[in-house]
């Protein structure tokens, strides 16, 4: 199984700033995604994170309101730009080494965003 | 496109009772099956996954769910809960397509409340 960190865990940030969180693996992976869970609500994928290519964002996310780097295959980073209210949420990065066959999913602790 | 429906937002029920947590799903394409718990203020915890084979599924704290293709569903069992089994769940699927596998879409969670 995989282990993820995710930083920081926690963060209050006022509006119009934006927040970079980092996810580190601690071993290689093929598939690395981000997550957005709003208060009370279910998770709802932003984007795929391609190593060395541009992510893969699902509908009604957009890249330069959520940039994300993947420089290797252990480790990405989600920013989120201009921050509003509206993107208080928990922020979760995973994992799946797909073509190892493990359709398992790992979840990393979640960074829990509050915009003033 | 893939969509998950889970039929009850809070299930109520006591202590040593049986409980059925509901989920079908909308695919054009096969998935993989997968149910998640998130216990207050924790990360998500994969419970049990189908990936192909039975279509009865033994997962981690006496959980089971049963495939069903025909009729699109894959609910979630318990014989006897523990108070220890509140939390949120939640059903899961992925596409079986390498360029979105691994990717989870989820329902909208199952908030189980077990009262002594």
């Known amino acids: 199984s995989a282990v993820i960190s995710q930083k920081p865990s926690r963060d209050i940030c006022q509006r119009g700033t934006s927040l970079t969180i980092q996810c580190q693996v601690d071993?290689?992976?093929?598939?690395m995604f981000w997550y957005r869970q709003q208060p009370g609500q279910s998770l709802t994928l932003i984007a795929t994170?391609?190593?060395?290519?541009?992510?893969?964002?699902e509908s009604g996310f957009v890249i330069d309101k959520f940039p994300i780097s993947r420089p290797n295959l252990t480790f990405s980073t989600l920013t989120v730009s201009n921050m509003s209210p509206e993107d208080s949420s928990i922020y979760l990065c995973?994992?799946?080494?797909?073509?190892?066959?493990?359709?398992?999913?790992?979840f990393g602790p979640g960074t829990r965003l509050t915009v003033l | 496109a893939q969509s998950v429906t889970q039929l009850d937002s809070q299930v109520p029920v006591f202590e040593e009772a049986p409980v059925e947590l509901r989920c079908n799903y909308s695919?054009?394409?096969?998935?993989?099956l997968f149910w998640y718990v998130q216990y207050p203020n924790q990360g998500l915890q994969l419970l049990l996954k189908?990936?192909?084979?039975?279509?009865l599924v033994k997962g981690i704290n006496g959980f089971e769910a049963e495939f069903n293709k025909s009729q699109t569903s894959f609910h979630l069992r318990k014989p006897s809960v523990h108070i220890s089994d509140t939390a949120e769940y939640f059903c899961?699927?992925?596409?079986?397509?390498?360029?979105?596998?691994?990717?989870?879409?989820f329902g909208q969670g199952t908030e189980l409340s077990v009262k002594p």
């Open positions: 189908y990936l192909s084979g039975s279509t």
């Open positions: 071993s290689q992976v093929t598939m």
């Open positions: 995973s994992v799946v080494d797909w073509l190892a066959g493990d359709n398992e999913q790992f």
């Open positions: 899961a699927v992925s596409p079986h397509i390498y360029n979105q596998g691994g990717k989870l879409i």
């Open positions: 994170a391609n190593q060395g290519s541009e992510a893969t964002y």
């Open positions: 695919s054009s394409v096969s998935v993989y």
